[in-house]
T-cell receptor, first 112, second 114 residues
Framework: GQQLNQSPQSMFIQEGEDVSMNCTSS?????WLWYKQEPGEGPVLLIA?????ELTSNGRLTAQFGITRKDSFLNISASIPSDVGIYFC????????????FGEGTQLTVNP | DGGITQSPKYLFRKEGQNVTLSCEQN?????MYWYRQDPGQGLRLIYY???????QKGDIAEGYSVSREKKESFPLTVTSAQKNPTAFYLC?????????????FGPGTRLTVL
């Protein structure tokens, strides 16, 4: 069953605003991944995190692997209309081999 | 270009028919995965394979079957036993070496059962 809690479920923001979303769990993860999915397309990998406390940036995106290894967050700075989409977190549990567990996604809408 | 291809993009079938979705990758990845996505929901794992001629059930394997005869290919068959097959199906692959588990996705196949 679902083991990742992703929030918020949806966000409506103005262009130029910063965005923050997060994933939490009661389980310990070895890896955290963040994906973006546009309508009718497959998810695209944005950022991968492999160490507790790791902070990684990809352009205007910044993600962190929580110290407890049970959470991760993604920030988007100075949002633009093309940031619209669904953002998913995914984690690899210690005991799950190569399987990933996915959050339910955050739907981001950016108003110009 | 390296990547994952899924075909077709859209697929329509009559209720009671089996249908096979194609997934091919030329990334030389060891592992391949099939997910199902329903509107407004996350991804649910159907089957995955870490090596040729071997595969494991995911969380929602009932009504589906797979094969892995070649490293590059991992077709998914949606059988008539799947009670609600209309969905968006995503294939992914990942390397297993080096300790990295980044999964890369294909463009998806939208299956509609009439």
């Amino acid at each position: 069953g679902q083991q990742l809690n992703q929030s918020p479920q949806s966000m409506f923001i103005q262009e130029g605003e910063d965005v923050s979303m997060n994933c939490t769990s009661s389980s310990i993860f070895n890896t955290w991944l963040w994906y973006k999915q546009e309508p009718g397309e497959g998810p695209v990998l944005l950022i991968a995190l492999y160490k507790a406390g790791e902070l990684t940036s990809n352009g205007r995106l910044t993600a962190q692997f929580g110290i407890t290894r049970k959470d991760s967050f993604l920030n988007i700075s100075a949002s633009i209309p093309s940031d619209v989409g669904i953002y998913f977190c995914a984690g690899q549990l210690e005991t799950s081999g190569s399987r990933l567990t996915f959050g339910e996604g955050t739907q981001l809408t950016v108003n110009p | 270009d390296g990547g994952i291809t899924q075909s077709p993009k859209y697929l329509f079938r009559k209720e009671g028919q089996n249908v096979t979705l194609s997934c091919e990758q030329n990334l030389n990845h060891d592992a391949m995965y099939w997910y199902r996505q329903d509107p407004g929901q996350g991804l649910r794992l159907i089957y995955y394979s870490q090596i040729v001629n071997d595969f494991q059930k995911g969380d929602i394997a009932e009504g589906y079957s797979v094969s892995r005869e070649k490293k590059e290919s991992f077709p998914l068959t949606v059988t008539s036993a799947q009670k609600n097959p209309t969905a968006f199906y995503l294939c992914a692959s990942s390397p297993l070496s080096g300790g990295y588990n980044e999964q890369f996705f294909g463009p998806g196949t939208r299956l509609t059962v009439l």
